[in-house]
């Protein structure tokens, strides 16, 4: 069974500065592996997601995120972050067996403040 | 982008009474989820649908639990009856093709006094 670990519950930073949100998984084989974001009263949204291929992926609004395999890591960056990234951000994994089960194992979040 | 509309936000119920969650899904998809977060844990996965059938349910999926889309309208979620365990937020979600993109109400608040 997989799973998905965000180690840091809260993450405080100021406007300007760069971003590293950790995630680490676990998964027998290569998984499918998911950012999301929630903004206040607002569903989820997708950030990126990595498949195969570029273990680099880039996603919307200047986020991107390496698919580690030696480490079992997704962490997520953004070279500068600005005060409306305030939000709650998941990493979630789903089984990478070619069809669409919408299986999704998320972590727990983490709750990132952007102050100016 | 597009959207997935929960109805209603937040919904308060005895405890042995039925309830009804709401999921208006993004109009062109056509698998659909449930995903329940109790407050302080992980959203866990519940049940996924398509073709008018469950394709797959987790062990938090009791028999109290059902779901439909009787002729392309709401996607639903009955719980009947509540038990006071059944308290947690509800994500709806809904995906149009094979490639796992989600896309994610903002949730419904189930209180089951």
């Known amino acids: 069974a997989q799973s998905v670990t965000q180690p840091d519950a809260r993450v405080t930073v100021s406007e300007g500065a760069s971003l590293q949100l950790r995630c680490k998984y676990s998964?027998?084989?290569?998984?499918?592996l998911f950012w999301y974001v929630q903004y206040p009263r607002q569903g989820l949204q997708l950030l990126l997601k990595?498949?195969?291929?570029?273990?680099v992926v880039q996603g919307v609004n200047g986020f991107e995120a390496e698919f580690i395999k030696s480490n079992s890591s997704f962490h997520l960056r953004k070279a500068s972050v600005h005060w409306s990234d305030s939000a709650v951000y998941f990493c979630?994994?789903?089984?990478?067996?070619?069809?669409?089960?919408?299986?999704?194992?998320f972590g727990h979040g983490t709750i990132l403040r952007v102050h100016p | 982008g597009p959207k997935v509309l929960q109805i209603p936000s937040h919904q308060i119920i005895d405890m042995g009474q039925m309830v009804t969650l709401n999921c208006d899904p993004v109009?062109?998809?056509?698998?659909f989820y449930w995903y329940k977060q109790i407050l302080g844990q992980q959203m866990e996965f519940l049940v996924n649908?398509?073709?008018?059938?469950?394709?797959?349910k987790s062990k938090l999926f009791k028999d109290q639990f059902s779901v439909e889309r009787p002729d392309g309208s709401y996607f639903t979620l009955k719980i009947q009856p509540t038990a006071l365990e059944d308290s947690a937020v509800y994500f709806c979600?809904?995906?149009?093709?094979?490639?796992?993109?989600?896309?994610f109400g903002a949730g419904t608040r189930l209180s089951v006094l």
């Open positions: 979600a809904s995906s149009g093709t094979r490639q796992n993109t989600l896309y």
């Open positions: 998964y027998s084989g290569t998984p499918y």
């Open positions: 990595y498949y195969s291929g570029d273990p």
């Open positions: 979630a994994v789903s089984a990478n067996t070619g069809a669409n089960t919408g299986k999704l194992t």
């Open positions: 109009s062109n998809h056509l698998y």
């Open positions: 649908f398509y073709n008018g059938k469950v394709m797959e």
